[in-house]
């Protein structure tokens, strides 16, 4: 079974290629493209992977499913295609980033511009049927991406990772305190932005970081 992904991450979850859970993924996720209209395209599935090889993260922001709407989806969490209007999670983190360190509202919501600069935009469940929030969850997807999240931990020193909401939060016990920074905020959803997102101002901790351990900041 070949699984086209970049080759830094390739090399580093190669053992979990191999494993059972993963070649029943593969078959679901086929089958689903196949009988379903499935975002992102398959061509994008590991696009955040592909534009940020292992070597090169620098913060991970961990999203959940990507979104389900038409056009949407480009594989980064988070992120949408150019010409697509803000979704409301995505526009309270560029307010965050507005208010944090001063950076004007981009022309669009496109985040290949971090992923170029080593900015992991990771869900945790890499596809979804059109219209079926969470329709892939629970398939094999969050094994693999927890396995993603390990390899981080324990391949890299001094990532920021930025935990968004409850679902995120969780994740912190796959992640080494000792060698990397943890930022943990509600999530920036409208429901929850409110209650501590708006404020968080992790943008700047992740450069003040970076700046500390005498890597280049984020250009956000």
Not at 73 to 87: E, R, T, Y
Not at 161 to 182: N, R, S, T, V
């Amino acid at each position: 079974m070949q699984v086209k992904i970049e080759d830094s991450w390739k090399n580093a979850l190669s053992e979990v290629f191999h494993q059972d859970f993963f070649s029943c993924l593969v078959s679901f996720v086929r089958d689903e493209y196949q009988s379903h209209q499935v975002f992102p395209p398959s061509k994008e599935i590991f696009k955040a992977f592909e534009l940020c090889p292992i070597s090169k993260v620098k913060v991970v922001i961990l999203g959940q499913d990507p979104y389900h709407g038409p056009g949407q989806a480009n594989g980064l969490s988070f992120s949408v295609k150019a010409g697509i209007p803000f979704p409301p999670s995505l526009l309270n983190i560029l307010k965050e980033i507005k208010a944090d360190i001063g950076m004007d509202m981009p022309p669009n919501g496109d985040l290949t511009r971090w992923a170029d600069q080593g900015v992991f935009l990771l869900n945790a469940t890499l596809t979804v049927r059109a219209n079926q929030a969470g329709s892939h969850q629970k398939q094999g997807w969050e094994i693999f991406t927890d396995e993603v999240i390990k390899s981080i931990s324990s391949q890299r020193e001094n990532v920021v990772f930025m935990l968004w909401g409850a679902y995120a939060q969780k994740k912190a016990e796959l992640i080494d305190p000792e060698k990397h920074l943890i930022l943990k905020a509600p999530h920036p959803s409208p429901l929850s932005a409110h209650r501590g997102f708006l404020g968080c101002r992790h943008f700047s901790k992740a450069n003040d970081y970076l700046i500390e351990k005498q890597l280049k900041p984020i250009n956000w």
